[in-house]
């Protein structure tokens, strides 16, 4: 089946730092990726969708200039959370889309914690 | 108002029991809808797409009502490896596949 590979697993970095997260999918191409956030015992709350070759789009409420969204080929997209401070720490998940239709199946990697100390 | 809304739990069952789950959405123009599985620190895992007629795998059963807005999930004869948190997630455009998570219903089943 479609693998969405993401790395890394998890980090721990001191406050002021930049983290750089890549998503990946390994067996296709993605022209759509999405990024999200979950804080312990809440929802998964969309970030961003990461489109091939454009600018991504935020969601309300993210700061695109804090997070940064490249999605420079079909199979990879990478989010940098730049001058990470400690509400900053979180379970990060990216999701690829398999395809065109908006029912194409989604794909999620196995997600990224980040604590920030 | 969210634009999903779960009934977060816990639901604390025996083996063998019947669970039901509702989630509620606020958007009418939504196009698609499915329920995730997560288990604690791991990403959603897809466990099936709900269809307008009601759709079935195995022990689970999913339906939609759109005049009312909500979808439910029907777990039957509950296992234990069935303990985890239910995400309901929503298309709310029809664009890209665009999903937005309720804040999960949490299953715990014991012996």
């Known amino acids: 089946g479609a693998v969405v590979s993401q790395h890394p697993s998890w980090v721990i970095c001191k406050s002021g730092t930049s983290v750089k997260i890549e998503c990946r999918s390994l067996d296709f191409q993605a022209t759509t990726m999405f990024w999200y956030r979950q804080f312990p015992k809440q929802s998964l709350m969309l970030m961003a969708t990461s489109n091939e070759g454009s600018k991504a789009t935020y969601e309300q409420g993210v700061e695109k200039d804090k997070f940064l969204i490249n999605h420079a080929s079909l199979t990879l997209s990478t989010l940098t959370v730049t001058s990470a401070h400690p509400e900053d720490s979180s379970f990060y998940i990216c999701?690829?889309?398999?395809?065109?239709?908006?029912?194409?199946?989604?794909?999620f990697g196995n997600g990224t914690r980040l604590t920030v100390t | 108002r969210k634009e999903v809304e779960q009934d977060p739990g816990p639901f604390n069952v025996p083996e063998g029991a019947t669970v039901a789950f509702n989630c509620t959405y606020s958007?009418?123009?939504?196009?698609?809808f499915f329920w995730y599985r997560q288990d604690c620190r791991k990403e959603p895992k897809l466990l099936m797409s709900v269809y307008s007629s009601g759709n079935e795998d195995g022990r689970f059963t999913a339906q939609l009502n759109r005049a009312s807005q909500y979808i439910s999930l029907l777990i039957r004869d509950s296992k234990l490896s069935d303990s985890a948190t239910y995400l309901c997630?929503?298309?709310?455009?029809?664009?890209?596949?665009?999903?937005?998570f309720g804040a999960g219903t949490r299953l715990a089943v014991h012996p």
């Open positions: 999701s690829a889309q398999q395809g065109a239709r908006y029912n194409s199946p989604l794909h």
């Open positions: 997630a929503v298309n709310p455009s029809g664009g890209y596949n665009k999903l937005i």
């Open positions: 958007n009418s123009a939504s196009q698609s």
